[in-house]
Protein backbone atom coordinates (compact mmCIF):
# COMPACT_ATOMS: atom_id res chain seq x y z
CA UNK A 1 0.00 0.00 0.00
CA UNK A 2 1.52 3.29 -1.10
CA UNK A 3 0.75 6.59 0.90
CA UNK A 4 0.78 9.80 -1.03
CA UNK A 5 2.20 11.88 1.72
CA UNK A 6 2.31 15.19 -0.05
CA UNK A 7 -1.47 15.01 -1.13
CA UNK A 8 -2.00 13.63 2.11
CA UNK A 9 -0.55 16.71 4.09
CA UNK A 10 -2.12 18.99 1.15
CA UNK A 11 -5.56 17.33 2.11
CA UNK A 12 -5.26 18.47 5.55
CA UNK A 13 -4.15 21.41 5.49
CA UNK A 14 -7.16 22.43 3.30
CA UNK A 15 -9.37 20.70 6.09
CA UNK A 16 -8.35 23.28 8.30
CA UNK A 17 -8.61 26.17 5.93
CA UNK A 18 -4.79 26.96 6.01
CA UNK A 19 -2.53 28.06 3.31
CA UNK A 20 1.06 26.34 2.90
CA UNK A 21 2.11 29.87 5.17
CA UNK A 22 -0.49 29.39 7.94
CA UNK A 23 0.90 26.23 8.26
CA UNK A 24 4.45 26.49 7.56
CA UNK A 25 4.24 29.12 10.30
CA UNK A 26 2.63 27.04 13.21
CA UNK A 27 5.37 23.81 12.20
CA UNK A 28 8.18 26.22 12.54
CA UNK A 29 9.61 25.44 9.24
CA UNK A 30 10.13 27.29 5.67
CA UNK A 31 6.63 27.79 3.13
CA UNK A 32 8.86 25.48 0.72
CA UNK A 33 9.44 22.79 3.09
CA UNK A 34 5.58 22.71 2.44
CA UNK A 35 5.24 23.77 -0.65
CA UNK A 36 7.83 20.85 -2.14
CA UNK A 37 6.62 18.18 0.56
CA UNK A 38 2.97 18.50 -1.05
CA UNK A 39 4.24 18.53 -4.68
CA UNK A 40 6.09 15.44 -3.47
CA UNK A 41 9.61 16.50 -4.80
CA UNK A 42 11.27 15.58 -1.82
CA UNK A 43 10.33 12.36 0.70
CA UNK A 44 10.24 14.15 3.98
CA UNK A 45 12.49 11.90 6.91
CA UNK A 46 9.77 10.51 9.76
CA UNK A 47 11.38 13.81 11.95
CA UNK A 48 10.74 16.71 9.24
CA UNK A 49 7.20 15.30 9.02
CA UNK A 50 6.55 14.52 12.92
CA UNK A 51 7.66 18.63 12.76
CA UNK A 52 4.75 19.88 10.30
CA UNK A 53 2.29 17.46 12.31
CA UNK A 54 3.10 19.49 15.32
CA UNK A 55 1.82 22.49 13.67
CA UNK A 56 -1.55 20.93 12.84
CA UNK A 57 -1.27 19.39 15.82
CA UNK A 58 -1.54 15.57 14.79
CA UNK A 59 0.24 12.71 15.70
CA UNK A 60 1.87 10.42 12.50
CA UNK A 61 -0.25 7.88 13.65
CA UNK A 62 -3.62 9.93 13.09
CA UNK A 63 -1.83 11.26 9.88
CA UNK A 64 -1.24 7.77 8.10
CA UNK A 65 -4.76 6.58 9.54
CA UNK A 66 -7.06 9.35 8.81
CA UNK A 67 -10.09 8.12 6.54
CA UNK A 68 -10.42 10.42 3.14
CA UNK A 69 -12.41 8.13 0.98
CA UNK A 70 -15.42 9.32 2.25
CA UNK A 71 -15.70 13.14 3.21
CA UNK A 72 -18.91 13.82 5.09
CA UNK A 73 -21.22 15.93 3.63
CA UNK A 74 -21.42 19.32 5.91
CA UNK A 75 -23.86 21.09 4.28
CA UNK A 76 -27.50 20.53 2.71
CA UNK A 77 -29.95 22.00 0.43
CA UNK A 78 -33.50 22.13 0.77
CA UNK A 79 -33.73 19.39 -1.79
CA UNK A 80 -31.46 17.10 -0.74
CA UNK A 81 -33.86 16.95 2.47
CA UNK A 82 -36.39 13.93 1.98
CA UNK A 83 -39.96 14.78 2.95
CA UNK A 84 -40.58 12.56 5.81
CA UNK A 85 -44.01 14.06 6.53
CA UNK A 86 -47.06 12.17 5.99
CA UNK A 87 -50.85 13.46 4.97
CA UNK A 88 -50.62 17.40 4.47
CA UNK A 89 -47.40 17.64 6.73
CA UNK A 90 -44.23 18.41 5.27
CA UNK A 91 -41.18 17.20 7.35
CA UNK A 92 -38.29 17.69 5.77
CA UNK A 93 -35.22 15.36 7.54
CA UNK A 94 -31.38 16.61 7.98
CA UNK A 95 -28.66 14.66 6.57
CA UNK A 96 -30.80 11.73 5.98
CA UNK A 97 -27.91 10.40 3.97
CA UNK A 98 -25.81 9.61 7.39
CA UNK A 99 -24.86 6.56 7.75
CA UNK A 100 -25.29 5.73 12.27
CA UNK A 101 -27.46 8.82 12.99
CA UNK A 102 -28.22 9.16 16.44
CA UNK A 103 -30.52 11.75 16.28
CA UNK A 104 -32.75 13.41 13.45
CA UNK A 105 -33.48 17.29 13.21
CA UNK A 106 -36.80 17.88 10.86
CA UNK A 107 -38.11 21.10 9.47
CA UNK A 108 -41.54 21.07 10.10
CA UNK A 109 -44.43 22.13 8.67
CA UNK A 110 -47.94 22.20 9.58
CA UNK A 111 -50.64 23.97 7.49
CA UNK A 112 -53.87 25.02 9.16
CA UNK A 113 -55.81 22.42 10.92
CA UNK A 114 -53.18 20.03 9.97
CA UNK A 115 -52.12 17.41 12.71
CA UNK A 116 -50.14 14.14 13.74
CA UNK A 117 -53.35 12.60 14.15
CA UNK A 118 -56.72 11.73 16.61
CA UNK A 119 -54.39 9.07 18.34
CA UNK A 120 -51.66 10.53 20.04
CA UNK A 121 -48.12 8.99 19.13
CA UNK A 122 -45.73 7.59 21.66
CA UNK A 123 -42.35 6.03 20.47
CA UNK A 124 -38.78 5.76 22.53
CA UNK A 125 -36.16 8.53 22.92
CA UNK A 126 -36.77 12.16 23.07
CA UNK A 127 -38.19 14.70 21.08
CA UNK A 128 -37.79 18.81 21.09
CA UNK A 129 -38.84 21.60 19.20
CA UNK A 130 -38.75 24.98 18.59
CA UNK A 131 -41.56 27.04 16.64
CA UNK A 132 -40.53 29.13 14.01
CA UNK A 133 -43.50 31.18 12.89
CA UNK A 134 -47.07 30.24 13.44
CA UNK A 135 -48.71 28.38 16.70
CA UNK A 136 -48.88 25.16 17.68
CA UNK A 137 -51.00 23.03 19.76
CA UNK A 138 -49.25 20.45 21.68
CA UNK A 139 -50.44 17.89 23.72
CA UNK A 140 -48.79 15.81 26.14
CA UNK A 141 -50.73 13.02 28.39
CA UNK A 142 -53.43 15.03 29.74
CA UNK A 143 -51.91 18.50 29.60
CA UNK A 144 -52.31 20.33 26.73
CA UNK A 145 -50.47 23.77 25.57
CA UNK A 146 -50.37 26.17 22.89
CA UNK A 147 -46.86 27.14 21.54
CA UNK A 148 -45.98 30.61 19.56
CA UNK A 149 -42.94 31.81 17.74
CA UNK A 150 -39.49 31.10 19.93
CA UNK A 151 -41.55 28.87 22.47
CA UNK A 152 -40.83 25.20 22.50
CA UNK A 153 -40.93 21.60 24.01
CA UNK A 154 -38.86 19.15 25.17
CA UNK A 155 -40.40 15.49 25.98
CA UNK A 156 -40.01 12.17 26.81
CA UNK A 157 -41.66 10.24 23.42
CA UNK A 158 -42.98 7.45 24.88
CA UNK A 159 -44.99 10.00 27.05
CA UNK A 160 -48.61 10.08 24.60
CA UNK A 161 -48.35 13.62 22.47
CA UNK A 162 -50.12 14.93 20.06
CA UNK A 163 -49.14 17.89 17.91
CA UNK A 164 -51.36 20.29 15.36
CA UNK A 165 -51.76 23.84 13.97
CA UNK A 166 -55.45 25.06 14.92
CA UNK A 167 -54.33 28.60 13.65
CA UNK A 168 -54.87 29.89 10.65
CA UNK A 169 -51.67 30.15 9.05
CA UNK A 170 -48.50 27.45 8.43
CA UNK A 171 -47.01 26.99 11.75
CA UNK A 172 -43.45 25.83 11.04
CA UNK A 173 -41.34 23.96 13.90
CA UNK A 174 -37.91 22.88 13.98
CA UNK A 175 -37.52 19.43 15.61
CA UNK A 176 -35.02 17.11 16.91
CA UNK A 177 -35.59 13.46 17.51
CA UNK A 178 -33.72 10.62 19.19
CA UNK A 179 -33.12 8.06 18.04
CA UNK A 180 -32.79 8.65 14.37
CA UNK A 181 -35.74 8.11 12.02
CA UNK A 182 -35.11 6.38 9.47
Not at 70 to 83: G, L
Amino acid sequence: MSIDVGLRLQAIRKMNGWSQRELAKRAGVTNSTISVIEQDRVSPSVNSLKKVLDGIPMSLADFFNLDFEEAPQVFYTAAEMPNVGHDRIVAKLLGSNKRNRTMSIIHTCYPPGADTGEETLAHEGEEGGIVVEGELEITVGKETKMLNAGDGYYIDSRRPHRLRNVGRVDCVVVVSKTPAII
